[in-house]
């Protein structure tokens, strides 16, 4: 007895000394408005939540300017202990106090800290923009272009996705010859001077001739895959990305592919001179750096291999899938990731110079240089920027109203680019398709052609990028149609 009395009192002694259980908050020490800002390594931001108390539970809304969100309603509030949790956006707060939330954003876990109180901003009134010019001409090709034209020698080359590769007049949008394959293609066509190279959504490369369309040879990259191995002909880039072919001095082609394989192709016979495994599939083209090729990869992997030997001078992962293609710029390797960043690169190493922030949205779009300034689309974001390459500075940043996932394109004063539309349930942020042309200095809009628009399809407008030609400027829309607007505004 006596030694039961002794552990009773030992028990109990322990339990006197051990700290008390904590206290959790209860969702309702959340209710009502939080404001503040999220840091970023390029600028900060405007943040703010609304936990409203309703039948069904709280509910949480986010308000979000610079994403172009004012109090957009996300559902029910998960609210576990003290942490909220909004994992679209991969943004966790924790109640530091009753009067504060601190946490983290994004992929890059941004630092976020909120204050209890405050206001929301008003949305700004919808912009009246100057209206473009009439279409000099508009062709229907009968099936969705998801790729960019090209046009070389005043003829525009398109490929669609009923398997099609159409030749048209730039001046008057006339036919020139039509090449029909077995499968879409969804990617960008390289023109040479005799040949068109293109990959079709079954991993072909297809060599047609440039003079008449016909087919040259045709080459399936995964013929050497077993039935077990061989990769999906599903695209899970969600804008039906396809990796478009480059090609040296040499006449070799380069092209990635989705069986997680970088190729090295003789442009004249179609044979493979080498084939190189990769970590994962590649959907964007690849740069030329000198005797080197850089890589991007859809795990993030992004890597520079010799031309000839194919020895790796450099091997990074980003924090996001990659399906857009690296640009070198001098010293500086830019490109986009689906981790909200849009990276500068030391050229040499892959050494992170500068990084910056789009918030929560993927950066699709490959950058086109001019005059040694960066010119680029943002997808949620939603505009296109001018940028210092060596640096990351902006130089100026403008909302284009949709998805600019094509590359921008430029004449000595004006920039242009493409931009989609999408209306597809559960999107929060309103997207229009479009072709729009900015004032290359201040990135003023000077004029914005709002493309058709259908009933119940997910997607509108211009998926690619555009192109130029004399005083014109080539689109082709996701609808299948490819027009030619003048350049100016004040032109017939």
Do not use: K
């Not at 047609?208 to 695209?235: I, M």
């Not at 004249?268 to 083209?285: D, K, L, Q």
Request: with cysteine; charged share 20%; hydrophobic share 40%.
């Amino acid at each position: 007895m006596r030694r039961l009395f002794s552990l009773l009192a030992t028990v109990a002694s322990l339990a006197f000394l051990s700290p008390p259980s904590p206290t959790f908050a209860a969702p309702s020490d959340f209710e009502g408005i939080w404001t503040g800002e999220i840091s970023a390594p390029n600028t900060r931001t405007e943040i703010g939540l609304a936990f409203t108390p309703t039948p069904d539970g709280l509910l949480v809304s986010l308000h979000f300017p610079e994403m172009f969100l004012y109090t957009a309603n996300f559902g029910a509030a998960d609210i576990r202990d003290d942490t909220f949790t909004l994992a679209p956006l991969q943004l966790v707060l924790t109640r530091q106090s009753n009067d504060e939330l601190v946490g983290t954003f994004a992929p890059g876990r941004l630092p976020v800290r909120l204050r209890r109180g405050g206001t929301f901003s008003s949305p700004p009134e919808p912009p009246t923009l100057p209206a473009a010019p009439a279409p000099r001409w508009q062709r229907p090709l009968g099936a969705p272009i998801w790729g960019s034209p090209v046009v070389s020698d005043n003829i525009v080359y398109v490929a669609a996705t009923d398997g099609r590769v159409h030749a048209l007049r730039a001046a008057d949008g006339e036919p020139v010859w039509t090449w029909t394959g077995p499968h879409p293609f969804y990617g960008d066509t390289l023109v040479t001077a005799n040949a068109l190279y293109l990959l079709d959504e079954r991993s072909h490369l297809v060599a047609l001739s440039r003079a008449d369309g016909q087919l040259l040879w045709r080459l399936d990259l995964h013929e050497n895959d077993s039935p077990d191995t061989a990769p999906s002909s599903r695209n899970p880039t969600f804008n039906h990305r396809t990796a478009a072919p480059v090609i040296d001095a040499r006449g070799i082609l380069y092209v990635g592919s989705t069986d997680s394989h970088l190729y090295g192709i003789n442009a004249e016979s179609g044979r493979i001179v080498w084939r190189h495994p990769t970590p994962a599939p590649i959907y964007a083209p690849v740069a030329l750096q000198g005797d080197h090729l850089v890589a991007a990869c859809f795990d993030g992997t992004l890597f520079s291999l010799h031309r000839r030997n194919r020895r790796e001078r450099f091997r990074t992962t980003l924090s996001g899938p990659l399906v857009s293609a690296p640009v070198v710029v001098g010293d500086r390797l830019v490109i986009g990731s689906r981790d909200y960043f849009l990276h500068g690169l030391d050229a040499a190493t892959a050494t992170t110079r500068w990084r910056n922030t789009y918030w929560f949205s993927w950066v699709e779009s490959t950058p086109r240089v001019a005059d040694g300034v960066l010119y680029i689309g943002g997808s949620d974001f939603r505009r296109v920027s001018a940028l210092d390459p060596r640096d990351g500075r902006q130089l100026w940043s403008t909302d284009v109203l949709g998805l600019s996932w094509g590359s921008p394109v430029a004449t000595a004063d004006t920039v242009f680019a493409g931009t989609a539309g999408q209306d597809i349930p559960g999107t929060v942020i309103t997207h229009r398709g479009g072709i729009v042309a900015l004032d290359r200095r201040t990135g003023t809009i000077r004029w914005r052609h709002q493309t058709s628009a259908p009933a119940g399809a997910p997607f509108n407008g211009i998926a690619g990028s555009l192109a130029l030609v004399d005083d014109l400027v080539i689109a082709a829309d996701v609808h299948g149609t490819v027009l030619a607007l003048p350049q100016r505004a004040d032109s017939p």
